[in-house]
């Protein structure tokens, strides 16, 4: 069974048996989303759920944001869940990229198959030090002013604490 419990205001955590998604908004405009075990097809549903609450409410507000996907201490999807992944509703005027860390030939080239599948591009990088660099560029190249200074530390697994 998925659950959902906030550890902090601003992180939530979703879990599905050994497998769990934390989603950090501590840095926004920046938002760092990490993957622990095999994404399951509950867990690529509550992030939509939890997504489609962010563009709504950015929408109304104006806010863009980027995406920062640490998926280091993830597995490899399966296709279902890749596909389901791939349908994530990511508007432009809202989200404005997605950089995925993956330390993985196998999930970069589950990440370059979704973005030739889906048209949407989707930036791979090897570690959470250069996907934040590359959302720091982002920013500057959109006009978005970054968070203030921060230092992001990688979410642990439930099961760790």
Same mark, same amino acid.
């Given at each position: 069974?998925?659950?959902a &419990?906030?550890?902090?205001?601003?992180?939530?955590?979703?879990?599905?048996? #050994?497998? #769990?998604?934390?989603?950090? *908004?501590?840095?926004?405009?920046?938002?760092?989303?990490?993957?622990?075990?095999?994404?399951?097809?509950?867990?690529? !549903?509550?992030?939509?759920?939890?997504?489609?609450r962010?563009v !709504?409410?950015?929408?109304?507000?104006?806010?863009?944001?980027?995406?920062?996907?640490?998926?280091?201490?993830?597995?490899?999807?399966?296709? /279902? *869940?890749?596909?389901?992944?791939?349908?994530?509703?990511?508007?432009?005027?809202?989200?404005?990229?997605?950089?995925?860390?993956?330390?993985?030939?196998?999930?970069?080239?589950?990440?370059?198959?979704?973005?030739?599948?889906?048209? &949407? /591009?989707? /930036?791979?990088? #090897?570690?959470? #030090?250069?996907?934040?660099?590359?959302?720091?560029?982002?920013?500057?190249?959109? &006009?978005?002013?970054?968070?203030? &200074?921060? !230092?992001?530390?990688?979410?642990?697994?439930?099961?760790?604490?």
């Amino acid at each position: 069974m998925i659950s959902a &419990k906030p550890t902090l205001t601003l992180v939530v955590r979703h879990t599905d048996g #050994e497998s #769990e998604v934390v989603i950090d *908004v501590r840095h926004l405009p920046l938002v760092v989303t990490t993957w622990f075990g095999v994404p399951t097809l509950a867990l690529a !549903e509550a992030y939509d759920a939890w997504l489609r609450r962010v563009v !709504e409410s950015s929408s109304v507000s104006g806010r863009r944001v980027v995406l920062l996907d640490d998926a280091t201490r993830a597995e490899r999807p399966t296709p /279902q *869940v890749r596909g389901r992944l791939a349908k994530l509703d990511c508007p432009a005027n809202v989200v404005v990229a997605r950089v995925i860390v993956a330390h993985t030939a196998a999930i970069r080239g589950a990440v370059t198959a979704l973005t030739w599948s889906t048209g &949407k /591009q989707l /930036q791979t990088v #090897e570690t959470i #030090e250069a996907g934040v660099s590359q959302c720091l560029r982002i920013f500057g190249d959109n &006009k978005i002013v970054p968070p203030r &200074k921060f !230092e992001i530390v990688p979410a642990q697994p439930s099961s760790a604490g």
